[in-house]
């Protein structure tokens, strides 16, 4: 059996990198794609929980639904993701917010299937702010997600979580992150402008904490290209965390390019040569 990198190895691994490269996270929902990704050099891969219905043809939100059940889907996609990840640090997606869900015995599952470390997936923070109000009183907000990131550290697991904020960056420095990304909404391509005011403030609640790995995700950054101007920017960002942008996005673009090639004009000038 290949050696499992420890929490201490991984972040090692990932501040050495950073010192001359960007840093890629990779969510996938399939074998395929994380044996793909692993092959590519990707620094994390995460098992992660809506990647399979983007892969059924449904928009990512689709997994913050009550039709879902995102810890039940992660859990079905790991093994597979793991086997193909080889010696990549695979992170597995949790929904803190599950009332169902005891945080020991989960952990250790994740961790028995392979997983290196958790992230807080779908963030609770995604959910318009009347319901998210309802949940935190009810003891099943934020809090959730700050628990599940101390209890991950105790069991030695790498901590990868989203932040919406810097009030939230601050509380998750707190509980022990060892990974923060910055979540900037849904993935919007062709949007042309970065949230300014969201990075610098996000990057200033960092810059004591220079130990912790710094990503960004979503909202307008869907290419290499709108990560290396925000790294200009803003040279405390390390990397990219990607799902959409690593999976559903290339796959569709893939799909649609080799179609296309295939049904050439069977006229003679038409033809494809070898």
Do not use: K, W
């Not at 710094?214 to 925000?230: A, E, F, K, M, N």
């Not at 960002?237 to 559903?248: A, K, L, P, T």
């Amino acid at each position: 059996m290949a050696h499992r990198a420890t929490r201490s190895e991984i972040l090692t691994t990932l501040q050495r990198a950073r010192a001359t490269r960007s840093l890629v996270a990779a969510g996938v929902g399939m074998g395929l794609s994380a044996g793909a990704a692993a092959q590519a050099g990707a620094d994390l891969i995460v098992a992660y929980h809506s990647a399979p219905l983007r892969l059924r043809g449904l928009p990512s939100v689709s997994g913050a639904l009550p039709v879902a059940d995102a810890n039940h889907d992660t859990l079905a996609i790991l093994p597979e993701v793991v086997r193909c990840a080889a010696d990549r640090p695979v992170i597995a997606t949790v929904f803190a917010s599950d009332p169902r869900l005891a945080f020991d015995a989960h952990l250790a599952r994740l961790a028995s299937l392979g997983a290196a470390g958790v992230m807080n997936a779908p963030p609770i923070t995604l959910l318009e702010p009347a319901l998210r109000c309802d949940l935190d009183s009810a003891g099943l907000g934020f809090e959730r997600e700050l628990e599940l990131t101390s209890r991950a550290r105790e069991r030695g697991l790498l901590t990868v979580m989203y932040a919406f904020d810097a009030a939230q960056a601050a509380d998750l420095i707190g509980a022990g992150v060892d990974v923060l990304v910055l979540h900037l909404g849904i993935t919007r391509p062709g949007r042309d402008a970065a949230p300014t005011a969201e990075l610098v403030a996000f990057t200033a609640a960092l810059d004591a904490h220079p130990e912790i790995v710094y990503l960004v995700h979503g909202g307008p950054i869907s290419t290499p290209q709108d990560v290396s101007r925000i790294q200009d920017e803003h040279p405390r960002v390390d990397g990219f965390f990607g799902v959409s942008s690593i999976e559903r996005l290339p796959i569709t673009a893939a799909v649609s390019r080799a179609v296309q090639a295939f049904a050439y004009d069977r006229n003679p000038g038409g033809r494809h040569e070898d």
